[in-house]
């Protein structure tokens, strides 16, 4: 479990750590404390791995800035099981990830060439007073946008720093041979994926500068005409790019361990070319004495962000067709969401990497401009495109309210008939006292199924990230969002004025959500139940998609578990592993890299797992129920799984309980799921003096259903040999 405490997790007051550090380590009561041993004489030991995910405050502030690659990272494991469709799906992805480096990329080119060097830079109002860059003002455009490259080059080696950090694997483990390239839980933390991931990271770097590279171009050849010069320069910054699209393209080759010789010198190569060409290229503009016009901004940027933002409309429109045509093929297939998680979560990247590059231009603006915000063109505002993100924003927020209010207020009814019947199935006698408590208990019920409701939600939200993107080429016309909405549809200017600057308000409460989210989710126990979930979600999974993804603790985690699983089996110790939550993914990874002689002596124990509801309807090739009945298969199906109806995010693994429709489990399988009675009882248990509470998403180690459930596993690993 990560977020709790080791003493709060086996329940007892004095621990002491036995293996690991104080990242991700082994902890174990202190004899002399009372019982040191669980139920039916277990020995209690607890793997704590919050420090891996999270770590200092820092740490956990960088993972909102880093946000959108992690989506996008997240999305292309969510590939269809179709072999066609799910390696277009990882093509795909990796596509958009480059988009998002250039988007990164062309937000501070926007702020420190378009902003400071060009607008800001030529104007006296906006100089005046500000002596730490007054002293560029007089200097010819050349110097200052050379000087001022150095910003986006600092962000991108801020880039690359991050992205230099890897995982620590378990020197002493190695999951048995032909695992490498069956890409489902088996494959996840394996060393293997080291090489790729420092391909890709050479990849994306080379096309940041070269898109930074491109942008210097595009201004100088506005300023001086075309030349033989920058033709050249420029035919090799678009052969640069090109060269990180083809290689992306070729994800067998790229992710190979040892892979052909062209692709290390096709790597090597664009490397070099990106370096070479950011130096020629910055030493040509420092040195550019020209006194071109600068006022109207960096030339040719307010096409290149539109561009960009229209390749990322068609490749999420791409990626949608390639996770539907995935999606007939699987026949599998359950939930409005089973197959379609990549465009859905690639969407929500590529949404919040134009909210971060709209805010950051915006902010900036605001500042140069002494806060005098207006839908009118500033001095330095910022280039249309941006203005029409903030009104697709708007327009996105309204129209998934009113999506999500219709489904709530539509799916009410349902939902409390269910809750309705959950209730009189468990707590069939009913009595006055008790009527408060019932109406209680249904709407905790009502509210987890709502969970399922979300896909048309979701859905919803990347069907207008798309079209949003798609719209904002209208930028390109030169029109402002209010002067093109009167003109074309009618739509009175006062409206898209103030939508606009409401979307940018929203924008900048979502950036400051996130950040308290960011830090919550790793400092408060209550707010990470929830929240914590998709971090650990995005974390889990190697770096595939975009190299500048946080860490993947799992390249520690599951390896150092299976490892001590392994050393205390083979010392002679039979291994019941507890996993709650997220813990149930990390547990399923590790017990499926274990040797055939460890696993008769392993059982485990699942609650509020979100293995099924979630990771199999979001990951359907690496965590389908192919994989769960290889899983249970492999540990004799000494398997024991406790779910709630009350649990908004964990749930049955393969019997539904008569609550949803799914294949009737095979024997074995059928004893895998227990539903627990959520809450214990509607009235006051013997001595106690208030009801028994609703649990939800809880761990549930305290309950004797638990302790029973570790009783029947400890028999099985006794009797089944």
Same mark, same amino acid.
């Given at each position: 479990?990560?977020?709790?405490?080791?003493?709060?997790?086996?329940?007892?007051? =004095?621990?002491?750590? $036995?293996?690991?550090?104080?990242?991700?380590?082994?902890?174990?009561?202190?004899?002399?404390?009372?019982?040191?041993?669980?139920?039916?004489?277990? $020995?209690?030991?607890?793997?704590?791995?919050?420090?891996?995910?999270?770590?200092?405050? /820092?740490?956990?502030? *960088?993972? $909102?800035?880093?946000?959108?690659?992690?989506?996008?990272? *997240?999305?292309?494991?969510?590939?269809?099981?179709?072999?066609?469709?799910?390696?277009?799906?990882? @093509?795909?992805?990796?596509?958009?990830?480059?988009?998002?480096?250039?988007?990164?990329?062309?937000?501070?080119?926007?702020?420190?060439?378009?902003?400071?060097?060009?607008?800001?830079?030529?104007?006296?109002?906006?100089?005046?007073?500000?002596?730490?860059?007054?002293?560029?003002?007089?200097?010819?455009?050349?110097?200052?946008?050379?000087?001022?490259?150095?910003?986006?080059?600092?962000?991108?080696?801020?880039?690359?720093?991050?992205? *230099?950090?890897?995982? =620590?694997?378990?020197?002493?483990?190695?999951?048995?041979?032909?695992? #490498?390239?069956?890409?489902?839980?088996?494959?996840?933390?394996?060393?293997?994926?080291?090489?790729?991931?420092?391909?890709?990271?050479?990849?994306?770097?080379?096309?940041?500068?070269?898109?930074?590279?491109?942008?210097?171009?595009?201004?100088?050849?506005?300023?001086?005409?075309?030349?033989?010069?920058?033709?050249?320069?420029?035919?090799?910054?678009?052969?640069?790019?090109?060269?990180?699209?083809?290689?992306?393209?070729?994800?067998?080759?790229?992710?190979?361990?040892?892979?052909?010789?062209?692709?290390?010198? +096709? @790597?090597?190569?664009?490397?070099?070319?990106?370096?070479?060409?950011?130096?020629?290229?910055? #030493?040509?503009?420092?040195?550019?004495?020209?006194?071109?016009?600068?006022? #109207?901004?960096?030339?040719?940027?307010?096409?290149?962000?539109? %561009?960009?933002?229209?390749?990322?409309?068609?490749?999420?429109?791409?990626?949608?067709?390639?996770?539907?045509? +995935?999606?007939?093929?699987?026949?599998?297939?359950?939930?409005?969401?089973?197959?379609?998680?990549?465009?859905?979560?690639?969407?929500?990247?590529?949404?919040? /990497?134009?909210?971060?590059?709209?805010?950051?231009?915006?902010?900036?603006?605001?500042?140069?401009?002494?806060?005098?915000?207006?839908?009118?063109?500033?001095?330095?505002?910022?280039?249309?495109?941006?203005?029409?993100?903030?009104?697709?924003?708007?327009? *996105?927020?309204?129209?998934?309210?009113?999506? +999500?209010?219709?489904?709530?207020?539509?799916?009410?009814?349902?939902?409390?008939?269910? /809750?309705?019947?959950?209730?009189?199935?468990?707590?069939?006698?009913?009595?006055?006292?008790?009527?408060?408590?019932?109406?209680?208990?249904?709407?905790?019920?009502?509210?987890?199924?709502?969970?399922?409701?979300?896909?048309?939600?979701?859905?919803?939200?990347?069907?207008?990230?798309?079209?949003?993107?798609?719209?904002?080429?209208?930028?390109?016309?030169?029109?402002?969002?209010?002067?093109?909405?009167?003109?074309?549809?009618?739509?009175?200017?006062?409206?898209?004025?103030? +939508?606009?600057?409401?979307?940018?308000?929203?924008?900048?409460?979502?950036?400051?959500?996130?950040?308290?989210?960011?830090?919550?989710?790793?400092?408060?126990?209550?707010?990470?139940?929830?929240?914590?979930?998709?971090?650990?979600?995005?974390?889990?999974?190697?770096?595939?998609?975009?190299?500048?993804?946080?860490?993947?603790? #799992?390249?520690?985690?599951?390896?150092?578990?299976?490892?001590?699983?392994?050393?205390?089996?083979?010392?002679?110790?039979? $291994?019941?592993?507890?996993?709650?939550?997220?813990?149930?993914?990390?547990?399923?990874?590790?017990?499926?890299?274990?040797?055939?002689?460890?696993?008769?002596?392993?059982?485990?124990?699942? =609650?509020?797992?979100?293995?099924?509801?979630?990771?199999?309807? %979001?990951?359907?090739?690496?965590?389908?129920?192919?994989?769960?009945?290889?899983?249970?298969?492999?540990?004799?199906?000494?398997?024991?799984?406790?779910?709630?109806?009350?649990?908004?995010?964990?749930?049955?693994?393969?019997?539904?309980?008569?609550?949803?429709?799914?294949?009737?489990?095979?024997?074995?399988?059928?004893?895998?799921?227990?539903?627990?009675?959520?809450?214990?009882?509607?009235?006051?248990?013997?001595?106690?003096?208030?009801?028994?509470?609703?649990?939800?998403?809880?761990?549930?180690?305290?309950?004797?259903?638990?302790?029973?459930?570790?009783?029947?596993?400890?028999?099985?690993?006794?009797?089944?040999?």
């Amino acid at each position: 479990m990560s977020g709790a405490e080791a003493d709060g997790i086996l329940d007892r007051p =004095h621990v002491h750590r $036995v293996a690991g550090d104080e990242k991700g380590g082994f902890y174990r009561p202190r004899a002399g404390y009372g019982d040191s041993r669980g139920a039916c004489g277990v $020995v209690l030991e607890a793997y704590r791995w919050s420090e891996l995910p999270s770590g200092a405050a /820092a740490r956990a502030l *960088s993972l $909102v800035f880093l946000l959108p690659f992690m989506l996008c990272n *997240s999305a292309i494991w969510m590939r269809p099981r179709a072999p066609r469709p799910g390696a277009a799906v990882w @093509v795909l992805c990796r596509l958009l990830g480059l988009t998002l480096t250039a988007l990164y990329t062309l937000s501070f080119v926007g702020v420190a060439l378009d902003l400071l060097a060009c607008k800001c830079m030529s104007s006296s109002s906006c100089l005046g007073g500000r002596s730490w860059m007054s002293w560029l003002g007089g200097q010819a455009i050349g110097l200052r946008l050379a000087l001022l490259s150095l910003i986006p080059v600092a962000a991108i080696g801020i880039l690359w720093r991050l992205g *230099s950090q890897c995982g =620590h694997w378990s020197e002493n483990f190695s999951p048995p041979e032909g695992m #490498a390239q069956r890409r489902s839980l088996s494959s996840i933390g394996r060393q293997e994926a080291l090489p790729a991931v420092a391909r890709l990271r050479l990849i994306h770097v080379a096309a940041a500068l070269t898109v930074l590279d491109l942008s210097l171009l595009a201004a100088r050849w506005a300023g001086h005409g075309p030349s033989a010069g920058n033709g050249v320069l420029a035919a090799c910054g678009t052969g640069a790019i090109a060269g990180c699209v083809i290689l992306l393209s070729l994800p067998n080759a790229l992710d190979a361990p040892r892979p052909s010789r062209r692709v290390d010198v +096709g @790597v090597v190569a664009l490397q070099a070319t990106a370096y070479g060409l950011t130096v020629i290229v910055l #030493a040509l503009t420092l040195f550019d004495n020209g006194d071109w016009p600068a006022e #109207a901004g960096l030339p040719g940027h307010a096409s290149a962000v539109v %561009l960009l933002f229209v390749t990322q409309g068609v490749l999420l429109a791409l990626l949608a067709i390639a996770a539907f045509l +995935g999606r007939r093929a699987d026949p599998e297939t359950r939930g409005a969401l089973h197959g379609l998680g990549a465009p859905v979560f690639a969407s929500f990247a590529v949404g919040l /990497a134009v909210v971060f590059a709209t805010e950051l231009n915006f902010r900036v603006s605001d500042y140069l401009d002494r806060d005098g915000y207006t839908p009118e063109v500033l001095p330095t505002s910022p280039v249309l495109p941006y203005k029409w993100t903030m009104f697709g924003f708007f327009l *996105s927020v309204i129209a998934t309210a009113l999506v +999500g209010g219709a489904l709530m207020m539509l799916s009410r009814r349902r939902r409390m008939e269910s /809750a309705d019947e959950l209730v009189s199935r468990d707590f069939p006698s009913k009595s006055p006292q008790t009527e408060g408590r019932r109406k209680h208990a249904r709407r905790a019920i009502a509210r987890a199924l709502f969970t399922e409701r979300l896909a048309t939600l979701t859905v919803t939200a990347f069907c207008v990230a798309a079209v949003s993107l798609g719209v904002s080429g209208l930028g390109l016309a030169e029109l402002q969002p209010s002067v093109a909405a009167e003109e074309m549809a009618s739509i009175p200017r006062d409206f898209v004025n103030a +939508g606009t600057q409401y979307g940018s308000y929203l924008m900048a409460l979502v950036f400051i959500g996130l950040l308290i989210g960011g830090v919550f989710a790793y400092r408060t126990i209550a707010f990470r139940r929830y929240i914590g979930i998709l971090w650990d979600l995005g974390m889990f999974w190697p770096r595939a998609a975009h190299p500048f993804t946080p860490p993947c603790y #799992a390249e520690r985690a599951v390896p150092e578990l299976a490892r001590r699983v392994t050393a205390l089996v083979e010392r002679g110790d039979r $291994v019941l592993i507890g996993a709650h939550s997220h813990g149930s993914v990390l547990a399923a990874a590790s017990l499926l890299q274990l040797e055939p002689h460890v696993l008769p002596k392993v059982a485990l124990l699942t =609650h509020s797992s979100p293995l099924r509801r979630l990771y199999a309807v %979001l990951f359907p090739a690496h965590v389908g129920t192919d994989v769960l009945r290889e899983l249970g298969s492999q540990i004799g199906w000494r398997w024991v799984n406790l779910w709630r109806v009350t649990d908004p995010i964990g749930g049955w693994i393969f019997s539904p309980d008569g609550r949803e429709s799914a294949p009737t489990p095979l024997p074995a399988e059928a004893t895998v799921d227990r539903r627990l009675t959520d809450p214990r009882s509607l009235v006051i248990e013997g001595e106690d003096t208030v009801s028994p509470p609703i649990q939800g998403h809880r761990p549930c180690v305290s309950d004797d259903r638990y302790q029973a459930a570790v009783c029947y596993l400890a028999h099985r690993l006794r009797t089944d040999q």
